[in-house]
């Protein structure tokens, strides 16, 4: 009896079984992570030329809220947002702040696992001044919350990673206009 306790005893101290091992890969030696099905936020993407849009009319203005910025106001031109044969969004944007001062940028998002924004021009006096900006990743701006929700909830499809068709976009910045963003309903 003694013998058979130690022989269990030494097939339980020198661990499974090899074919138990090879039935195990991912406790015991993980595969690497795969990217399949995502586009590739860098390599094969080709940014389309834009041209920049007319000055926004106040009419055509909505707003929409951004989660914890109280100081601002935070408007898109619905009239002039796209979607470029890129994929890209391009919009202008209107932020204000309490004391009323208005910044406009025409600026562009594209709807990848990351996220990514670029300004394309500054508006100033009525009219639009080009910038040199570069693609800037959402994901990277921690305190960024303006884009971070543009990105997630307005412009792109949650976990789809493209845009929203233009109704959609509307219809989301109009579902967090200030007034309604605490009601727990959407607006008719």
Known sequence: MRLLILAWSLLFLCGPAPAAERDRPFIDEPEPATTEGFEDEGRGWKEAATNLPPWPNDGDLIEFSV???????????????????????RYTLVV???????????????????????????GNQGRFERTEGDWIRIRERRHDKLHRDLHREILCRPLEFEPRSRRDMLHAMRARTPDAANTGFLPD
């Not at 619905?78 to 890209?88: L, M």
């Not at 004391?99 to 940028?105: E, K, Q, R, V």
Request: contains cysteine.
């Open 67 to 89: 989660d914890g910025s109280p100081r601002f106001r935070y408007y898109i031109d619905g009239r002039h947002i796209s979607v470029g044969t890129d994929g890209a969004v």
């Open 96 to 122: 204000v702040s309490r004391s009323g001062a208005h910044n406009l940028s025409f600026e562009g998002l594209r709807c990848t696992p990351n996220g990514a924004f670029k300004i394309y021009a500054y």
